[in-house]
């Protein structure tokens, strides 16, 4: 993904609120919505629900005293690997990745939601490596 300025990103957050609320929005855009959490207003039930944040978690972000800022929790991902191909076993091949933020319910139900794939496609993922936003290891 590109560098965008905090302007383009919040056009962009707009435009995604848009084809959420019109029922168009695709997997690709959902899964770009999940990448671009950390810079959804806390409170942005909307937003952060579609992006796979838990409600409960959501729901503290709206609590935030006014005057104060929330903390922001610096958001890390898992990579997880997968082939269309795949459907179980043994895989010797090297297949696609995608990151799946963390703190959701379940990385599986996260991965199906951002892909549109079932997750018998899943080759492998470690949930203890965890990435940031640009793809890069931070444990």
């Known amino acids: 993904m590109r560098k965008m ?3 383009q990103i919040k056009q962009r957050l707009e435009y995604l609120r848009g084809e959420l609320r019109a029922e168009r929005i695709s ?6 919505l ?22 409960e ?4 972000h709206r609590q935030t005293p006014k005057g104060k800022k929330a903390k922001k ?19 010797d091949g090297v ?13 599986e139900q996260a991965f199906e939601r951002m892909t549109g794939l079932n997750r018998k496609h899943i080759v492998h993922y ?9 793809g890069e290891l931070v444990s």
């Open 34 to 55: 999940m990448g671009l959490v950390p810079y959804i207003e806390p409170g942005d039930l909307e937003l952060l629900e579609a992006a796979g944040v838990p409600e």
């Open 5 to 7: 300025s905090s302007k």
């Open 57 to 60: 978690e959501a729901m503290k």
């Open 27 to 32: 997997y690709e855009e959902i899964a770009e």
């Open 126 to 134: 470690c949930p203890d490596e965890m990435y940031d936003k640009d």
């Open 95 to 107: 297949g696609q990745f995608v990151l799946v933020p963390t703190g959701v319910k379940s990385i």
């Open 73 to 91: 929790k610096a958001k890390t991902f898992v990579q997880v690997e997968y082939d269309t191909d795949y459907t179980g076993g043994d895989y």
